[in-house]
């Protein structure tokens, strides 16, 4: 299994972010994936899931500004975040597993792709 994320760079504060990540090597319908982050010196954190049907979670503290999609006839994913601010500077990281909330020892992880925010 291969995921390769990509969209990651450098971005203005307030601008927009778009990621995606090509999913190889499984049945990409079949999946759950989501997207995670971590920032320098933080844990890593869940910031969008999407599960096979295509109905979506959000943690609390991020809904309203992430967006998750998926095209299966593409086997990507796809993570949008509008107004992005310089708290979001991180490595992002895409995953597949079977729950798109819950982290499992199962999932699939890609490589990562940094986003730097500035102000």
């Known amino acids: 299994v291969q995921l390769q994320a990509c969209g990651g760079g450098s971005v203005q504060a307030g601008g927009f972010l778009r990621l995606s990540c090509a999913a190889s090597g499984l049945t990409f319908s079949n999946y759950a994936m989501g997207w995670s982050r971590q920032a320098p010196g933080k844990q890593r954190e869940s910031v969008a899931g999407i599960r096979s049907d295509g109905s979506t979670y959000y943690p609390d503290h991020l809904k309203g500004r992430f967006t998750i999609s998926r095209d299966n006839a593409k086997n990507t994913v796809y993570l949008q975040v509008n107004s992005p601010k310089p708290e979001d500077t991180a490595i992002y990281y895409c995953?597949?597993?079977?729950?798109?909330?819950?982290?499992?020892?199962?999932?699939?992880w890609g490589q990562g792709t940094l986003v730097t925010v500035s102000s």
């Open positions: 995953r597949a597993g079977r729950n798109a909330v819950v982290l499992t020892s199962r999932d699939y």
